[in-house]
């Protein structure tokens, strides 16, 4: 019922930026967080950046001052705004969204989703 659509993906020079995006759809209720986690070749996946429904962001120390974590109410969408990248930035993005939506039964149902992933990838 739901899902999420990524984009934005692709190689890039060293110093260079890329923007991914994030569209939610489906019978949601209500949307109480969205992010972006990378997961590099060997290395467990981490929390690049997020935002709340209220506008909160937290970032991982490695992108702060480089990437920036935006979205848009209206289309459920989510952006990942990154700049100066670097090697070390390479990795399958995926998006994430905490989203409630409404049973049948009217009881509310909280659950992660996650996108299909797309790959970052920065050249030196």
């Known amino acids: 019922q739901v899902q999420l659509v990524e984009s934005g993906g692709g190689l890039v020079q060293a110093g260079g930026s890329l923007r991914l995006s994030c569209a939610a759809s489906g019978s949601i209720l209500r949307i109480n967080a969205m992010g972006w986690y990378r997961q590099a070749p060997g290395k467990q996946r981490e929390l690049v950046a997020a935002?709340?429904?209220?506008?909160?962001?937290n970032y991982t120390d490695s992108v702060k001052g480089r990437f920036t974590i935006f979205k848009v109410n209206a289309a459920n969408t989510v952006y990942l705004q990154m700049n100066s990248l670097k090697p070390e930035d390479t990795a399958v993005h995926y998006c994430?969204?905490?989203?409630?939506?409404?049973?049948?039964?009217?009881?509310?149902?909280?659950?992660?989703?996650w996108g299909q992933g797309t790959q970052v990838t920065v050249s030196s």
């Open positions: 994430n969204a905490d989203i409630s939506t409404r049973q049948p039964s009217g009881a509310v149902f909280r659950k992660d989703y």
């Open positions: 935002i709340t429904t209220g506008g909160a962001t």
